[in-house]
């Protein structure tokens, strides 16, 4: 209950400072009265328009990546797993990618997510025919790593044959990763998607917890790995796909949250999912407060900034696993 309690504290108070914090300046009691509407028209419509949809994002964004590495990280029972590992966000990034590309972007509205998430979906079906009804985590794995690399090598071809310098630039940027100019059709769009992921990854917690006594132990205990599997899938592919599809590529959260907080977790896989959860959701709402503060004149992108936070944690987290170790 502690571990809840600041973990709910926390992202409470990134959620209240991503709301607050922007080119305007807005004090909070105003803010809050433009969020249901009242006051000034302009503050209104930056409150509603503009720092909710990219605040609401950032939080489902995190939620999604950390409940889906912990996940992961579960089922494969090592802790340097994470969801790209299935190739499910190369191929969304793939899907828009042809969109932006091709033009079918501009067609509407919500055309480049759709593009997204139907690539992410043909990429589960891929990996679930090469993996097999019954293939073992080593299956999985490297069908998701050969999904992942043919739509990383796509995308790069698309890249490389683009006759369009500023579609090829429009499609760097988005591939960098961002919550920012986006509006309450995307958070519909992707919300739907998403819960259903959590449902399908929330209800994973007594088979980890099986599974963290090995595979016949787990059966033994009345787990279906096949269903377990399939379950782990399409939670992933449900809530990552709608993510990438939104917000582009973001790195690090579903690698990083849950190895910080394991030991917290006790090491229990059904308490580290609810746990990353909302610990994804804390970190990629500090990473976009981050993009505002850090240089609020250029359009700092989310992926970048991940990066570059994710990247030296891990590294720290390594160092002291081998001196735990050692």
């Avoid at 720092?51 to 994002?57: C, E, I, S």
């Avoid at 190369?90 to 590309?101: F, K």
Wanted: with cysteine; aromatic share 6%; glycine share 12%.
């Amino acid at each position: 209950m502690k571990l809840f309690g600041a973990l709910m504290a926390v992202t409470g108070v990134m959620f209240i400072a991503s709301l607050h914090v922007g080119y305007a300046a807005i004090s909070l009691p105003e803010g809050v009265a433009a969020l249901f509407g009242r006051g000034n028209p302009l503050y209104v419509t930056v409150m509603q328009e503009i720092r909710l949809p990219r605040t609401l994002l950032a939080a489902m964004v995190g939620v999604s990546l950390g409940l889906s590495g912990a996940a992961m990280q579960g089922y494969l029972r090592n802790p340097l797993a994470e969801p790209g590992l299935i190739g499910v966000s190369g191929s969304a990034a793939l899907g828009a990618v042809v969109a932006l590309q091709t033009g079918f972007a501009a067609m509407f509205l919500l055309a480049l997510p759709v593009a997204a998430l139907a690539c992410a979906a043909l990429a589960v079906g891929l990996i679930l025919f090469l993996a097999g009804p019954r293939g073992s985590s080593l299956t999985l794995i490297l069908a998701g790593i050969a999904v992942s690399a043919f739509a990383a090598a796509l995308t790069s071809l698309t890249l490389n044959l683009s006759p369009n310098p500023y579609a090829a630039s429009e499609i760097m940027f988005w591939m960098m990763g961002s919550v920012g100019n986006r509006a309450m059709s995307h958070v519909w769009l992707a919300f739907p998607i998403m819960a259903l992921g959590w449902v399908a990854l929330a209800g994973l917690g007594r088979g980890l917890d099986a599974l963290t006594l090995g595979e016949d132990a787990a059966e033994a205990l009345g787990v279906s790995l096949p269903r377990l599997r399939l379950q782990l899938l399409l939670g992933t592919a449900a809530a990552v796909g709608a993510a990438t599809a939104v917000a582009g590529a973001v790195g690090f959260v579903g690698l990083v949250v849950p190895h910080i907080l394991r030991r917290f977790a006790k090491g229990r896989p059904s308490t580290l999912l609810w746990a990353s959860a909302l610990g994804g959701a804390a970190m990629v709402l500090a990473a976009d407060l981050a993009t505002r503060l850090i240089l609020p004149e250029r359009d700092l992108k989310l992926g970048v900034v991940m990066a570059l936070i994710g990247a030296p944690l891990f590294l720290h987290l390594i160092y002291k696993t081998r001196r735990e170790i050692a």
